[in-house]
């Protein structure tokens, strides 16, 4: 598909939600997201040329985003060897925060702790895809796929319920 780079953009600001999602779950630090957010439109850009138009373009940036995050969180993780989980900066909680902010604010502090493919699995899982759909984004089969929403289910309830939050 050829956009110039106008169309591009504006395709892009269309669809950022997306890349914020993604971001989100990977990233807690704000600095690693801006560095994440400008490697998936270097990479959605460098993809552009392969885009066929056989699916959604939203759908496209997904699967872009979700990919180049994991070969991000690994680079990262890699050089980030030495911090815990224990030492990152936990998200701040206002005295006034809602019910609905309270339960965001440990979902995302459980799903920093789960490793990249279940990370993927559970925001793809969150976002309303099928199981086809996710193990079809994922190059996994559709059992395994299954296998391992299932487990990442229970092992967030786990740690939520270790960091101290009842449902």
Request: net charge positive; glycine share 4%.
């Amino acid at each position: 598909m050829q956009l110039t780079e106008k169309e591009f953009l504006e395709k892009i600001n269309v669809h950022k939600g997306i890349i914020y999602k993604v971001i989100r779950i990977y990233f807690e630090n704000h600095d690693d997201r801006e560095d994440l957010f400008q490697e998936i439109i270097l990479q959605t850009w460098k993809s552009l040329p392969s885009f066929q138009g056989k699916s959604q373009f939203s759908t496209w940036l997904y699967r872009i985003a979700l990919n180049t995050a994991i070969v991000f969180f690994k680079k990262e993780k890699k050089r980030n060897d030495s911090i815990r989980n224990d030492q990152l900066q936990p998200i701040s909680m206002q005295d006034d925060a809602s019910e609905k902010e309270t339960q965001l604010v440990h979902f995302y502090k459980a799903v920093y702790q789960l490793d990249k493919i279940e990370k993927a699995i559970i925001l793809q899982y969150i976002d309303g895809l099928s199981g086809d759909e996710i193990s079809k984004n994922l190059g996994l089969s559709a059992v395994n796929t299954r296998v391992k929403l299932n487990r990442t289910k229970k092992k967030l309830q786990n740690i939520i319920k270790q960091q101290g939050y009842e449902f």
